[in-house]
């Protein structure tokens, strides 16, 4: 619902700390996820059930897609959300979800970054093998794995901006 202008000053300060309001309580936990990129949260356990479902659903797709498939999933369910909340002019929602998809590419960016190290323990321990080293080795890419990282983290962080001034763009 857009509210008028002669209605804006009805309401006054109430109507922008309303409309403002998950934007100022999403950016400590922005500011936070970013600057503590790698530091592995209580949502990662949830991230980590949607990547290995991801594998599941793309396993019919051949062994790339497959193993990417982890990481889409990490993409395309956080981003249903976001269409869902949009669609219906739910702000507040479409900034959770985009939250929950800005933190989604800073857990992908730590991920694809450690391909050549191979640090992060996986699930299946030594007997699976790293999705990002495989990745980019099929692409020849393994040697850029610190700049793929780095241009996921750099989706994050333009996803959290995006959500923060969601209020400039949805007004409900």
Same mark, same amino acid.
């Given at each position: 619902?857009?509210?008028?202008?002669?209605?804006?000053? +009805?309401?006054?300060?109430?109507?922008?700390?309303?409309? &403002?309001? !998950?934007?100022?309580?999403?950016?400590?936990?922005?500011?936070?996820?970013?600057? $503590?990129?790698?530091?592995?949260? &209580?949502?990662?356990?949830?991230?980590?059930?949607?990547?290995?479902?991801?594998?599941?659903?793309?396993?019919?797709? #051949?062994?790339? /897609?497959?193993?990417? #498939? #982890?990481?889409?999933? =990490? @993409?395309?369910?956080? %981003?249903?959300?976001? &269409?869902?909340?949009?669609? $219906?002019?739910?702000?507040?929602?479409? =900034?959770?979800?985009?939250? &929950?998809?800005?933190? $989604?590419?800073?857990? @992908?960016?730590?991920?694809?970054?450690?391909?050549?190290?191979?640090?992060? !323990?996986?699930?299946?321990? +030594? %007997?699976?093998?790293?999705?990002?080293?495989?990745?980019?080795?099929?692409?020849?890419?393994?040697?850029?794995?610190?700049?793929?990282?780095?241009?996921?983290?750099?989706?994050? /962080? /333009?996803?959290?901006?995006?959500? @923060?001034?969601? !209020?400039?763009?949805? =007004?409900?």
């Amino acid at each position: 619902m857009q509210i008028s202008q002669a209605e804006t000053k +009805n309401y006054g300060w109430m109507h922008y700390l309303k409309l &403002w309001l !998950p934007s100022l309580i999403m950016l400590p936990i922005m500011l936070w996820l970013v600057f $503590n990129r790698g530091t592995y949260t &209580w949502i990662d356990n949830a991230d980590l059930v949607i990547h290995e479902a991801g594998h599941f659903f793309f396993k019919l797709f #051949g062994k790339f /897609i497959y193993t990417l #498939g #982890g990481t889409l999933m =990490q @993409i395309i369910l956080p %981003s249903i959300i976001v &269409w869902h909340f949009w669609r $219906n002019s739910y702000r507040a929602g479409a =900034q959770i979800g985009m939250l &929950w998809l800005g933190q $989604n590419f800073i857990n @992908i960016s730590v991920y694809s970054a450690d391909a050549q190290a191979q640090a992060l !323990p996986l699930l299946g321990g +030594n %007997s699976v093998y790293h999705d990002w080293t495989y990745l980019l080795s099929e692409t020849h890419l393994l040697q850029y794995d610190a700049e793929v990282g780095y241009f996921f983290f750099g989706i994050a /962080i /333009i996803i959290f901006i995006i959500s @923060i001034l969601l !209020p400039l763009i949805i =007004q409900e």
